[in-house]
T-cell receptor, first 117, second 117 residues
Framework: QKEVEQNSGPLSVPEGAIASLNCTYS??????FFWYRQYSGKSPELIMS????GDKEDGRFTAQLNKASQYVSLLIRDSQPSDSATYLC?????????????????FGKGTLLTVNP | GAVVSQHPSRVICKSGTSVKIECRSL??????MFWYRQFPKQSLMLMAT?????????EQGVEKDKFLINHASLTLSTLTVTSAHPEDSSFYIC?????????????FGEGSWLTVV
């Protein structure tokens, strides 16, 4: 059973602070890792994707991947109230073939982040 | 970036009737689309993988005769909830994969809220 674990939160940080979101996964063969942001009642929105060990930065967001520890994190710098949402970690263990049938994301339950003004 | 469009965004139907939800990839061809269901405060649960020109692959526990999936073209997949009941009320989300230079990324549609009364 492939599992993705996240702390459900809520995680509360003051405006301007760094929010740190963590995720662990069980399948050591996982290839691709994603962070999605989901506002209440809305569909998930892709924030970051990361495929290799290390850090990947995009604006205020930094994704960190450590495959040896089976751990992926998301840092949000200078947090804003508009960042308040549920953050979903998603992991893919399959490979994209012509039919895509092995390409299946497993989602964590999400971490609710609240940024206080 | 890649865009996935879903319609309708909200639908209310009477118990026993059928409802069709459409998912379109707007600026890329998607040989594979995915259908998820999300109950309030729960994570996304994959229902089925829709493959263009072939039968969908359903996850364990998902009734294929109740949730009919058709993927007739590279840009359109439909989910039909047949003989809907109140317990089918949920947020249904489709997604499609785009094969980019950095890897493969899944983008989500806006989601469809189904209420069965």
């Amino acid at each position: 059973q492939k599992e993705v674990e996240q702390n459900s939160g809520p995680l509360s940080v003051p405006e301007g602070a760094i929010a740190s979101l963590n995720c662990t996964y069980s399948d050591r063969g996982s290839q691709s890792f994603f962070w999605y942001r989901q506002y209440s009642g809305k569909s998930p929105e892709l924030i970051m994707s990361i495929y290799s060990n290390g850090d990947k930065e995009d604006g205020r967001f930094t994704a960190q991947l450590n495959k040896a520890s089976q751990y992926v994190s998301l840092l949000i710098r200078d947090s804003q109230p508009s960042d308040s949402a549920t953050y979903l970690c998603a992991v893919n263990s399959g490979r994209w073939n012509s039919g895509g049938s092995n390409y299946k994301l497993t989602f964590g339950k999400g971490t609710l982040l609240t940024v206080n003004p | 970036g890649a865009v996935v469009s879903q319609h309708p965004s909200r639908v209310i139907c009477k118990s026993g009737t059928s409802v069709k939800i459409e998912c379109r990839s707007l600026d890329f061809q998607a040989t594979t689309m995915f259908w998820y269901r999300q109950f309030p405060k729960q994570s996304l649960m994959l229902m089925a993988t829709s493959n263009e020109g072939s039968k969908a692959t359903y996850e364990q526990g998902v009734e294929k005769d109740k949730f009919l999936i058709n993927h007739a073209s590279l840009t359109l997949s439909t989910l039909t909830v047949t003989s809907a009941h109140p317990e089918d009320s949920s947020f249904y989300i489709c997604s499609a994969g785009d094969r980019g230079p950095s890897g493969n990324t899944i983008y989500f549609g806006e989601g469809s809220w189904l209420t069965v009364v």
